[in-house]
């Protein structure tokens, strides 16, 4: 176990939805990363936030945005979906901006029908 | 553009035997090299990670074997175990820029160990 939390374990949804993926970092660790796994992309990073703060940007899609809150959990929320946008949604968390030790959740499965 | 290769895609390997994976990168910023391990339905883990001021680094049955000249790096499962059966990815990133922290993946190798 990770220490790393996401909510929902699944999720199903229907094309042009809105879906909201909840992670909860390891308590005290202020860096938080959202990455994508598909068969055909492998793993991509989405966004990193630390402190609240959005630090860099991935190939994230306009309709995708995320926050980190003061008690740094973060959520993912997407928007308009597509077939496409089935995936994997990990969040990783690390204690500090640079390049710790990356703790993955468990992740959000996401089916867009 | 992947900026990490990985090679090969998959692999079968009879119970202790070696497992070899192999990545390639371009990017000389990179400093920090981690291989992860993913099981079905799980969050990939921190395997073993190297940073390029030294040419390898063990833990365990766990070798990365790190060459800054070719750009490469590799793993090495000694004694390979049927529980090694996972996914491996490797994964590069870099300490400052602004890109700093986030990790650039391979595509994964899917190891089988058989008994």
């Known amino acids: 176990d990770s220490g790393v939390t996401q909510t929902p374990k699944h999720l199903i949804t229907a094309t042009g939805q809105r879906v909201t993926l909840r992670c909860s970092p390891r308590s005290g660790d202020l860096s938080v990363y959202w990455y994508q796994q598909s068969l055909d992309q492998g793993l991509q990073f989405l966004i990193h936030?630390?402190?609240?703060?959005?630090?860099a940007k991935g190939n994230i899609l306009e309709r995708f945005s995320a926050q980190q809150f003061p008690d740094l959990h973060s959520e993912l929320n997407l928007s308009s979906l597509e077939l496409g946008d089935s995936a994997l949604y990990f969040c990783?968390?690390?204690?500090?901006?640079?390049?710790?030790?990356?703790?993955f959740g468990p992740g959000t499965r996401l089916t867009v029908l | 553009q992947q900026q990490v290769k990985q090679s090969p895609q998959s692999l079968i390997v009879q119970k202790g035997g070696i497992s070899i994976i192999n990545c390639a990168y371009e990017n000389t910023a990179f400093d920090y090299f981690p291989w992860y391990q993913q099981f079905p339905g799980k969050g990939p883990a921190l395997l073993i990670a190297?940073?390029?001021?030294?040419s390898e680094k063990k833990e365990g049955r766990f070798t990365i074997s790190f060459n800054k000249s070719a750009k490469q790096f590799s793993l090495h499962i000694m004694d390979s175990q049927p529980g090694d059966s996972a996914t491996y990815f490797c994964a590069a990133s870099m300490r400052r820029g602004s890109t700093l922290g986030r990790l650039y993946f391979g595509r994964g190798t899917q190891l089988t160990v058989w008994p």
């Open positions: 990783a968390s690390s204690p500090r901006i640079s390049t710790d030790t990356q703790y």
């Open positions: 936030y630390y402190n609240g703060e959005e630090r």
């Open positions: 190297i940073r390029p001021d030294v």
